[in-house]
């Protein structure tokens, strides 16, 4: 059984760049969540996704966007980076939406300089 | 808003100890979740906590969630220097999965 994969592990951007992070999810996972998580702190949920679909989000603003797709792997996009989008970014997947415990991949460290 | 908060948020501690950890959340919720992180590391998940009573053990740690009380511990039996790690409790928001987490609380645990 593979587990939840991100890419990249690191990336640097400068302020007002885009970018974009990407998940694989658990096999036999449908559902996919982002969360970012800035130095010291606990996770912030972002979004999550199900069957293609968003169908949750946090209070991040609309330049932090996503997609799923029919495999079920997810990306993360962020617009117009600022300094504070300095973050590890880690995406978890889950069975279902309505299954409880989810698991989490590697992360990607972004660095926004 | 909800709100989850972790204390202590830093704690040292020999070897061979016991200790407890405390979340405590701000408004109602059947769903808590205890999580590891160690430095540079994603997330392992320990404990899925889904009612009131709730207790679960998995070697050295115990959780419990008391939801009247809105409140889980972890407690850690006769710590060793393998368990030290930053530990995050999270609570469901709303049912519908989108977790809220406390700040974590780092965990030294001294040979």
């Known amino acids: 059984e593979t587990g939840v994969t991100q890419s990249p592990t690191h990336l640097i951007k400068t302020r007002g760049q885009q970018v974009t992070l990407r998940c694989s999810s658990q096999?036999?996972?449908?559902?996919v969540s982002w969360y970012q998580q800035a130095l010291g702190q606990g996770p912030q949920f972002i979004f999550q996704?199900?069957?293609?679909?968003?169908?949750g989000r946090g209070n991040f603003p609309p330049r932090f966007s996503g997609l799923q797709f029919p495999n079920y792997s997810s990306e993360l996009n962020v617009n117009a980076l600022e300094l504070d989008d300095s973050a590890l970014y880690l995406c978890?997947?889950?069975?279902?939406?309505?299954?409880?415990?989810?698991?989490f991949g590697p992360g990607t460290r972004l660095t926004v300089l | 808003e909800l709100k989850v908060e972790q204390n202590p948020l830093f704690l040292s501690m020999q070897e061979g100890k016991n200790y407890t950890i405390y979340c405590n959340y701000s408004?109602?919720?059947?769903?808590l979740y205890w999580y590891r992180q160690d430095p540079g590391k994603s997330l392992e998940s320990l404990f899925v906590?889904?009612?009131n009573g709730a207790v679960k053990q998995e070697g050295r740690l115990m959780a419990s969630l008391d939801t009247k009380a809105r409140l889980s511990t972890l407690h850690i039996t006769a710590a060793v220097h393998d368990l030290s790690a930053t530990y995050f409790c999270?609570?469901?928001?709303?049912?519908?999965?989108?977790?809220?987490w406390g700040a974590g609380t780092k965990l030294i645990i001294k040979p």
């Open positions: 996704y199900y069957r293609e679909e968003e169908n």
């Open positions: 096999s036999g996972h449908n559902t």
């Open positions: 978890a997947s889950r069975e279902g939406p309505g299954y409880d415990e989810q698991f």
């Open positions: 408004t109602t919720s059947d769903r």
């Open positions: 906590l889904l009612s």
């Open positions: 999270a609570v469901d928001m709303d049912s519908n999965y989108q977790l809220i």
